[in-house]
């Protein structure tokens, strides 16, 4: 039932947000050869201000894949997805399972006969697993659309990317949830949440690398895109805040008298 109840409270939020990126990702597609013709020289105009770590990303970047790369996965969803997650996870939460906000679905979550801590699970699980999804079928969209365009992105790499921005990124909804059970104004929530995300970028390198503590380094995929190595290291260490994260706000969440 709380799995039943969750999915009605965010299927619409995520469907139209879920079109809306689904349509951005078809519509960016259609590069032709000038374009790309156009950015490869963009490129190797600012080439030699670059360090020399930057210079050797020149052969990379200058094809399809790497636009593709840096301009959906780097700048576009490195945006888009830790703010939708924020904000699905907190307004959601907020709405159905947090009575002292008086909301009517929040107070009759609470008297069910079930304990706060599956309440509370089974809302993270549900909204990870629609935000995984929200990465993987809108990502999928951009080697799809390009083959119909005569341009070519790799499916397994479009995946792997997908997945590392997914995954990589819970630590946005494990944010989201604990500051939801810290703060009793959603406006609040998202407005610390926003503010931290956004601080992440500064300072912001246009094409070196994000420093190896940033989660933005593992969740653009860039030690994938750059060495072709999963971070499993950075996967495991993000994954890990994420279930401590969640841990806090789970004990807060139990011990809070309402």
Not at 39 to 50: G, N, T, V, Y
Not at 153 to 165: C, E, M, R, Y
Not at 179 to 193: D, E, Y
Request: include cysteine; hydrophobic fraction near 55%.
């Amino acid at each position: 039932m709380l799995w039943q109840k969750s999915w009605w409270e965010t299927r619409w939020s995520l469907l139209s947000i879920m079109g809306v990126i689904l349509v951005f990702a078809a519509l960016n597609q259609r590069l032709n050869q000038a374009d790309l013709d156009k950015w490869i020289l963009e490129l190797q105009k600012r080439a030699p201000a670059w360090s020399e770590d930057s210079q050797r990303l020149l052969p990379l970047l200058s094809s399809y894949q790497g636009y593709v790369w840096y301009y959906w996965f780097r700048l576009i969803m490195l945006t888009l997805w830790p703010t939708v997650a924020l904000g699905i996870g907190a307004t959601t939460l907020l709405h159905s399972s947090c009575p002292w906000t008086g909301s009517g679905a929040g107070i009759f979550t609470f008297s069910l006969p079930v304990s706060r801590r599956r309440i509370l699970l089974t809302h993270v699980a549900l909204v990870a697993l629609e935000m995984i999804l929200l990465a993987l079928l809108s990502s999928l969209m951009i080697p799809i659309a390009s083959s119909m365009f005569g341009t070519d992105v790799h499916f397994g790499s479009t995946v792997i990317h997908a997945l590392l921005l997914s995954l990589g990124g819970m630590v946005f909804l494990a944010l989201s949830v604990l500051l939801t059970v810290l703060f009793t104004n959603p406006l609040k929530v998202l407005f610390i949440g926003i503010a931290l995300i956004y601080a992440l970028f500064f300072p912001f390198y246009t094409y070196e690398e994000f420093p190896w503590w940033n989660v933005f380094h593992l969740m653009s995929g860039e030690t994938y895109f750059r060495y072709g190595r999963i971070p499993w290291s950075g996967l495991l260490a993000s994954l890990g805040v994420f279930a401590l994260m969640i841990f806090a706000a789970l004990r807060i969440y139990e011990r809070r008298d309402f």
